[in-house]
């Protein structure tokens, strides 16, 4: 039982620090589960269609976003990114104090050559030259290998020292995904590795409860993106993103089971997901 004090007591320092540690430190230093929002989004075709992004953000200060832009399957090749629409739809996504974005690259499994790769994460370091308003604060690595091998490790060190060097990328954060839970020295490499990239059904099968069961980093390095969520109810959703957040500290969620990242879908907008998150 807790011990109560008197008026006429003085509680001992060990006291005070052992209720400190079991009831108060826990609660400040459990992490919120934070939002990795894929955006692949095309803005020419429709100039709001980043809108409900904005709404969830808004909706929802006390949840952070970290967004993955995408102008060009990549920064594209010019150093002024995606055209018009884009810098500014970007301006304003980064005026939201909870937002940070970061920039996608792919690597091709391992097998894009470095130079490819090192002139894309020097553009998306460019853009804090050339309008601090749309600066990225890292990289995402997609197309990851799962195998880790000495070719794979330094290929990969060699693209975190890209990175980490940079300081035009601000806050510097590697995100990498293999998709798939893969060997713990990943984590030796970025600072969030995406150990489930797949789809709903996938996500509940055994095979990957039992491998993801193999990853011992902690929950605020993972992170999981789930797509192709259909067929479930709006309970089924928030029951299945409050799962997820045992696994994982970044997360994101979408019923549509094809170009997940290209759109929002209509059962799970980014609203919902977002509120789920906060709840």
């Keep these: ?20 540690a079991i009831y108060i430190l826990p609660a400040v230093c459990a992490a ?17 269609a980043w809108d409900p992004l904005y ?46 974005i970061i920039g996608y690259v792919k690597i091709g499994y391992g097998k894009r050559s470095m130079n490819s790769v090192t002139g894309e994460i020097n553009r998306y370091a460019g853009w804090r030259k050339g309008n601090g308003k749309i600066a990225v ?65 996938y996500w509940k099968s055994k095979d990957c409860q039992d491998r993801l069961s193999k990853v011992t980093a902690p929950r605020d390095r993972r992170c999981i993106i789930v797509h192709s969520a259909t067929g479930l109810n709006r309970d089924g959703y928030r029951n299945l993103t409050r799962s997820l957040e045992s696994k994982a500290g970044y997360l994101f969620v979408t019923d549509l089971s094809k170009n997940y990242y290209e759109g929002w879908g209509k059962s799970y907008p980014p609203t919902e997901f977002a509120k789920d998150l906060s709840s």
């Design 55 to 100: 709404s969830a953000v808004q909706s929802h200060p006390n949840i952070d976003f970290t967004v993955i832009v995408n102008p060009g399957d990549g920064p594209g090749p010019n150093a002024n990114p995606g055209g018009q629409k884009f810098v500014k739809a970007t301006e304003k996504l980064k005026s939201y104090r909870n937002v940070q």
């Design 137 to 201: 604060d890292g990289i995402f690595l997609d197309e990851a290998t799962e195998i880790w091998n000495a070719t794979s490790e330094r290929y990969l060190q060699d693209v975190q020292r890209l990175i980490k060097g940079n300081s035009n990328l601000g806050a510097r954060h590697i995100t990498i995904n293999p998709g798939t839970p893969p060997n713990d020295k990943f984590f030796t490499i970025a600072d969030t590795v995406c150990v489930v990239e797949n789809k709903y059904s």
């Design 32 to 48: 919120r589960t934070k939002a990795l929002i894929p955006l692949y989004v095309d803005l020419e075709k429709n100039a709001n």
């Design 1 to 20: 039982m807790m011990q109560v004090f008197s008026r006429f007591q003085v509680p001992s320092p060990f006291s005070v620090f052992t209720l400190l």
